[in-house]
């Protein structure tokens, strides 16, 4: 995919232009906030090498953020905090993620189309779309941003949390992320609403509390980046 697919065709005939992707990542992991981006481009943007996050390679992700960066009209970043995942759960906390992504845009967009099969948006009307970051120019370059964004905040976390190997499996639940929290038990920045098989007989590895007064470090709940 290089530039608008159908969808995003058809709003364009019906005369609806200013229209951002939205998408998020880190819906899985352990650890970790979730992270998600808003993009806008002009009709008729090409950019080669725009594909699903989850299809390019580190190296193809970090190099297409910032040709998307570069070309977008407006993008805004957003997140939610492991502790507002814990309290309203990661579907909230997704969509709270991906509503301050367009909040953090410089140009508000007219229209939203959003990866997947839920959404909430008080002003704005939108559109979800399912695999849309397989069908949509703008929902993909989205997933790119949100991915590399939160790519590079658990290797912050990692240089925090040294023990867990933030850096390598970016907070998913890898054999090693597992063997970790065994030996160590969860960090601050543990999820934890989240558990996995192997641990969940293990009592006090995860607690529905989280220690007192301990936040996450990173970037904030926010992380506004706009253009």
């Known amino acids: ?24 990542a880190g819906r899985g992991p352990l650890a970790g ?31 297409a953020a910032s040709i998307i960066r570069e070309h977008a009209i407006s993008f805004g970043m957003g997140m ?3 502790e507002e995942i814990d309290d309203i759960n990661i579907l909230q906390a997704s ?8 909040a953090a845009m410089d140009t508000p967009p007219g229209f939203l189309l959003v990866d997947g099969n839920r959404f909430a948006h008080e002003t704005l009307p939108f559109r979800t779309v399912v695999k849309g970051d397989a069908l949509c120019f703008s929902i993909a370059a989205a997933s790119i941003l ?10 912050e976390l990692d240089a925090h949390y040294p023990q867990y190997g933030f850096a390598r499996h970016k907070g998913y639940p890898t054999a090693a992320h597992v063997a970790a929290l065994r030996d160590h038990g969860p960090s601050p920045v543990h999820r ?7 641990l969940s007989e293990q009592i006090g590895i995860f607690s529905n509390e989280r220690p007192t007064g301990t936040r996450s470090r990173g970037r904030g709940t926010r992380g506004p980046v706009s253009r």
Request: aromatic fraction near 4%.
């Open 146 to 155: 949100a991915k590399v964004e939160r790519d590079a905040i658990m290797r």
């Open 80 to 82: 939610a905090s492991p």
């Open 192 to 198: 934890r609403s989240f558990t996995v098989k192997s």
């Open 1 to 24: 995919m290089h530039t608008f697919g159908h969808i995003e065709c058809d709003l364009i005939a019906a005369g609806i232009t200013l229209f951002a992707g939205v998408d998020e």
């Open 33 to 63: 906030p979730v992270v998600a981006a808003a993009v806008m481009f002009a009709p008729g943007t090409v950019i080669d090498g725009v594909a699903d996050s989850k299809a390019l390679s580190a190296a193809q992700r970090e190099a």
């Open 95 to 102: 969509m709270l993620a991906m509503r301050r992504a367009v």
